[in-house]
Nanobody
Framework: QVQLVESGGGLVQAGGSLRLSCAAS????????MGWFRQAPGKEREFVGG?????????YYEDSVKGRFTISRDNAKNMVYLLMNMLKPEDTAVYYC??????????????????WGQGTQVIVSS
């Protein structure tokens, strides 16, 4: 069982930055592939990026955030981070972290994930 709690959301102007954090419980956190998703009002939840469980911590990103967002993890602290730079109004959404015990480097489909946080709101003003 893994519990996830996101934090770090808020209101930011376009061009600004935010770092979201996801705190995970559970002794086997290091063996989980982690993902970040977001859901804007009236839209379906979409994949933002993911980070593998392997030592290399490979990362993968949805095209619209490549070069602006960075995912990292600290297994010693049971934490995953989403650093968001050059934010745009279209990045406004509730952001969720998710964990899966499946062992592909990443999964972009939400149904692969076993555990979800409650989400944190990000609002980017123009």
């Amino acid at each position: 069982q893994v519990q996830l709690v996101e934090s770090g959301g808020g209101l930011v102007q376009a061009g600004g930055s935010l770092r979201l954090s996801c705190a995970a419980s559970g002794r086997t956190f290091s063996s989980y592939t982690m993902g970040w998703f977001r859901q804007a009002p009236g839209k379906e939840r979409e994949f933002v990026g993911g980070i593998s469980w392997t030592d290399g911590h490979s990362t993968y990103y949805e095209d619209s955030v490549k070069g602006r967002f960075t995912i990292s993890r600290d297994n010693a602290k049971n934490m995953v981070y989403l650093l968001m730079n050059m934010l745009k109004p279209e990045d406004t959404a509730v952001y969720y972290c998710a964990a899966t015990s499946n062992h592909a480097p990443y999964y972009s489909a939400s149904y692969y994930y076993d555990y979800w946080g409650q989400g944190t709101q990000v609002i980017v003003s123009s």
